[in-house]
């Protein structure tokens, strides 16, 4: 009864925007150009009524005071009908208008839309039927008890593969459609992987989060291959969660982050063919945000060793694919930087750092000028080997060093020796600025001027 209902919410849906949809066109198909017509007709009128005296006359052929005479004499122009001037504002109305632009909700709605009245409105309804039907499928024979579970689980899981070869075998002809189908398919057998494991206890979570890897990667490879973005998305994004879902909270964090690892060297070695800003994101978000959150609940000083090695990583991990982004983009945007993943994987790696290091002696102060010397490095060796449009990469790695360098002067040493070192870099970026022209260095160089005397007053007036 259940999937009767949600399959006729679902035609209802359909229907509804496949009428809206006609709607919109009849509106649209408003013979707006016969208006236009009776318009230019009417202009071309009052242009034969209204004759404007010639300038251009020789000189020679009329005195200047009867051609002064009869420029200034008033002509009397005949007032334009009333029907005219009400099509006329009526037509030029319609053009002036120009709508809002539409905020984050409305643009989601529309691409809701979109999404439900153009394309192969059936395909996509469909696929979003199966995926209800599996789903109580599988609870409507976990409540009956109707096959073994080894049964129900095989025939889901051919089922998805069935799908899943069926699109890889129509993408020739029809790319969409196969493109939906090999979607659904990967999704089918996400959801048989966390039903066997997590519903049915049938498969141990080690295997599965196996499984989940080679589901990863068979997505991502069939995302490059097809050029289809949203089915690299629909991978990474169920790799991620799959570990979320199935977790029992007595799991180890090493083969959490080591599939986590493995997850994210899918995603460089995307980056490495394909320059697809959104799936670089999203696996930056994945990583760092459940991190935080399991260093925020279970994270304890014994588990440095085990920590620190996969927070290096993830941090190498995500500056080689800044560099990959900004390489592999079109000749019009070669160099262009990913802001948010640049600057923001420092300061996150740098936050967690601090939360792992707070027990050790210098610890944070080495970590920094740890950091400042592998950004400078970096970009001393971009600037040597790849100098054609990666100027702007370059420059904001070079900043990242010079400040991470700053800041591990005031963590390792006193007031005294932090003023006298920012004093002697504060001068040496304002000369640098003023010989290469960069106002950014000679601010940065005044603040560094400004820092070291509020170090110096400070260091000076502690005892």
């Not at 919109?24 to 071309?44: D, H």
């Not at 904001?396 to 005294?416: M, N, Q, R």
């Amino acid at each position: 009864m259940q999937i009767f209902l949600w399959v006729l919410l679902l035609i209802v849906l359909a229907e509804v925007m496949s009428l809206r949809k006609r709607i919109k066109k009849l509106e649209e198909s408003n013979p707006k150009g016969q208006e236009t017509e009776k318009l230019r007709t009417r202009k071309g009128e009052i242009r034969e009524e209204v004759r404007v005296p010639s300038f251009t006359q020789d000189l020679k052929e009329e005195p200047i005071a009867t051609r002064i005479a009869a420029v200034s004499e008033k002509k009397e122009v005949k007032e334009p009908p009333g029907e005219f001037v009400a099509e006329y504002r009526k037509v030029a109305d319609a053009r002036d208008f120009f709508p809002a632009p539409p905020g984050p909700i409305d643009k989601f709605l529309e691409q809701l839309k979109a999404f439900f009245t153009t394309g192969n409105i059936v395909l996509k309804v469909g696929i979003i039927i199966l995926f209800f039907g599996v789903a109580f499928l599988l609870k409507y024979a976990a409540q009956r008890n109707l096959f073994p579970i080894e049964f129900r689980l095989a025939g889901v899981a051919v089922f998805g593969l069935s799908l899943l070869i069926a699109g890889w075998r129509l993408r020739a002809r029809v790319l969409l459609y196969g493109l939906t189908l090999q979607g659904g398919g990967v999704g089918i057998l996400y959801l048989t992987v966390f039903a066997a494991s997590k519903l049915y206890h049938f498969l141990p979570p080690t295997l599965s989060l196996v499984i989940m890897v080679g589901l990863v990667g068979l997505s991502g490879a069939l995302a490059v291959m097809q050029d289809a973005k949203a089915l690299a998305i629909f991978g990474i994004t169920g790799g991620f969660l799959a570990p979320v879902l199935m977790s029992t909270g007595s799991g180890s964090h090493v083969m959490l982050f080591s599939y986590y690892a493995l997850l994210n060297a899918g995603i460089l070695g995307i980056a490495w063919f394909k320059a697809w800003r959104v799936l670089n994101l999203l696996g930056f978000v994945f990583t760092f945000v459940i991190a935080s959150f399991w260093g925020s609940n279970y994270y304890q000083p014994d588990y440095f060793s085990t920590t620190e090695p996969f927070l290096v990583l993830f941090f190498v991990f995500y500056v080689a694919i800044s560099v990959l982004f900004a390489h592999r983009q079109p000749p019009k945007l070669k160099g262009f930087i990913d802001g948010p993943l640049v600057f923001g994987v420092s300061l996150v790696s740098f936050a967690l750092q601090a939360c792992l290091v707070k027990d050790f002696e210098y610890g944070l102060a080495i970590s920094a000028c740890a950091a400042g010397l592998f950004y400078i490095l970096l970009a001393t060796i971009l600037w040597r080997r790849l100098t054609e449009g990666m100027r702007m990469l370059t420059e904001a790695f070079l900043a990242i060093g010079v400040v991470f360098g700053s800041l591990a002067i005031p963590l390792a040493l006193d007031g005294h020796w932090t003023a006298t070192a920012w004093a002697l870099e504060g001068g040496a970026m304002v000369w640098v600025g003023v010989r290469q022209k960069r106002l950014g260095a000679r601010v940065f160089g005044v603040l560094l001027q400004f820092g070291s005397g509020i170090s110096f007053l400070i260091a000076a007036c502690t005892p």
